[in-house]
């Protein structure tokens, strides 16, 4: 993503995120690339399976959302971000809101959707597949948000293998793992709304790539078969506890 610096209307500032390396970050990727910091020992148990890393986490680091380019939206109310440009691929959005109605965020572009629709204060993240152009978000709420916006390219060594596990409460987008063929997708989730899973890899392109691998509502203890080989992340749609594991 090749992108400036902008300065929006009534007092949101926009900040490019520059690339930086640290030696720091690769301090726990000798662990199966997990992030957890936890020492296994010299005999790991054959029942032992990595947990994803929910793309969230990356924002402190240099390369947040495993993007050199990511970029950081802050503002109140309703408000527009303009001149956002996108490579081919797949688009991630963390997003951090502390208002009391409504939050919606719609992108509008070459693909067109709805990346979030909260009410109240909320937290996570969101993905979606977009095709390369120029694109804009409409941002509406009643209070401060925070967004960050990232096309993620992880390095090998953050790549885990199946077996893997993630689980969270609300909207997330977990990975990377890597897939090779046919993997099972084991799905729970305890919340009263839609339970939505897609799988993309960072190579999708277009806002109907991806894979579906959950659309249910309510109560959720499922099973499926996900054919979507590639390094792939996992965006869910909750409104309650969930619990993902892929083989």
């Known amino acids: 993503m090749n992108r400036r610096t902008l300065l929006l209307g ?20 000798g662990n199966g690339g997990s992030g957890n910091g936890t020492d296994t020992g010299d005999e790991p148990s054959e029942s032992d399976v990595d947990t994803l890393r929910s793309i969230g986490e990356t924002i402190d680091r240099d390369e947040p959302l495993f993007d050199p380019d990511a970029e950081r939206y802050e503002g109140s109310g309703r408000e527009n971000v303009t001149d956002l440009s996108l490579d081919s691929g ?11 109605s409504d939050f919606v965020v719609m992108l509008g ?16 993240a969101t993905g979606i597949a977009t095709s390369a152009g120029d694109y804009v978000l409409d941002v509406a709420g009643d209070g401060h948000w925070t967004l960050h916006v990232g096309q993620p ?46 799988a993309y890899t960072e190579d999708d ?30 965006d869910v749609q909750a409104d309650g506890d969930w619990s993902l594991a892929v083989e």
Do not use: K
């Open 10 to 29: 009534s007092g949101v500032a926009v900040s490019t995120v520059l690339a930086g390396c640290s030696s720091d970050e690769s301090a726990d990727e």
């Open 90 to 100: 797949l688009t991630t959005l963390a997003f951090e809101y502390d208002g009391t």
């Open 109 to 124: 572009g070459d693909d067109e959707a709805v990346l979030v629709n909260e009410t109240g204060a909320v937290e996570g």
């Open 153 to 198: 390219r992880a390095p090998d060594a953050e790549i885990q293998t199946p077996p893997v596990e993630a689980s969270g409460t609300g909207p997330a987008v977990v990975g990377p793992v890597g897939i090779e063929g046919a993997a099972t997708v084991s799905g729970g989730h305890d919340g009263e709304r839609n339970f939505i899973v897609m």
């Open 205 to 234: 392109s277009g806002q109907f790539a991806g894979e579906e691998v959950f659309n249910e509502i309510g109560a959720v203890e499922s099973e499926t078969t996900v054919d979507h080989p590639g390094t792939v992340w996992i």
